[in-house]
């Protein structure tokens, strides 16, 4: 028999197994009771908005009742609808076991910054720049921005959030962004008792490199305590005032 008959009639088969396994399986799982739910958050963005017990609770409000049920009786689309409308969930999968176990599994939204404004409130932006509130459960220590913050400077402020976020040394240094209306903002740092200021947001990671540089050749040497403040403001410059030192 011609092999191309031969290699034909062997997926066919291998084909036609599959189809009758998923049948049975799809069979199987019409008579399968829920036994068991489950409720898997992924942690590895390190912070801890959702609880198992609220989303299980998110579902109870509404109504359903899983335990005990025949799976193919519960509304899978429904249930991660439910779980979506929790601010801090990012992505939802719900799937069940030939066991009876449903298991609902979670992602979660990860802060980039803290808004402390005098004019829009108190809340977090998101690793996509999209507004976060506050949790009563938890909260994240990310960057700090306040002061007189307006709709305006949301999105230079994820920017310059997202930058010292993803650099090891700014992500340790910086502490707090200070926005002092209308074009002056500045950083707080960790390590040296001095005050930065950025002016605007135009420019900031070349501002921030030449910081590193003066870091590295000129604080190294004088001290990280002898300047009050580090103006960056200037092309090319980074213009310094000296601490007072206190008469004895």
């Given amino acids: 028999m ?5 290699a034909s009639i062997g997926w066919l088969l291998v084909i036609t197994g599959i189809i009758v396994l998923m049948g049975f399986i799809e069979s199987k799982q019409k008579n399968i009771i829920c036994e068991k739910v489950t409720v898997n958050i992924d942690q590895r963005v390190d912070c ?7 989303i299980l609770n998110m579902i109870k409000k509404e109504g359903i009742e899983i ?16 779980a979506q409308a929790h601010p801090f969930v990012n992505e939802v999968e719900v799937y069940s076991t030939l066991s009876g176990e449903l298991r609902i599994e979670i992602s979660q939204k990860k802060p980039s ?36 913050i307006h709709a305006e400077h949301l999105k230079d402020l994820f920017l310059l959030a997202t930058f010292v976020n993803k650099n090891k040394f700014w992500n340790a ?21 001095h005050k930065i200021l950025l002016g605007d947001f135009s420019n900031i990671e070349e501002k921030l490199n030449k910081l590193f540089d003066f870091y590295q050749y000129g604080l190294n ?11 960056l403001k200037y092309k090319n ?7 007072q030192m206190k008469s004895e």
């Fill in 173 to 193: 240094q910086i502490q707090q962004i200070y926005v002092a209306w209308p074009h002056e903002i500045q950083l707080v740092t960790r390590v040296g008792r």
């Fill in 2 to 6: 011609n092999r191309k008959i031969l």
């Fill in 67 to 82: 335990i005990g049920k025949p799976i193919s009786a519960i509304d899978f689309q429904l249930l991660e609808q439910i």
């Fill in 237 to 243: 410059q980074v213009v310094c005032k000296k601490r």
């Fill in 221 to 231: 040497n004088k001290g990280w305590d002898l300047y009050s403040t580090i103006d």
């Fill in 113 to 148: 910054i803290r808004i402390m404004s005098d004019v829009l409130g108190d809340f977090y932006l998101d690793q996509k720049g999209e507004r976060l509130p506050l949790s009563k459960i938890y909260t994240d220590r990310v960057l700090l921005a306040n002061g007189n």
């Fill in 48 to 54: 801890f908005f959702v609880e198992k017990r609220g």
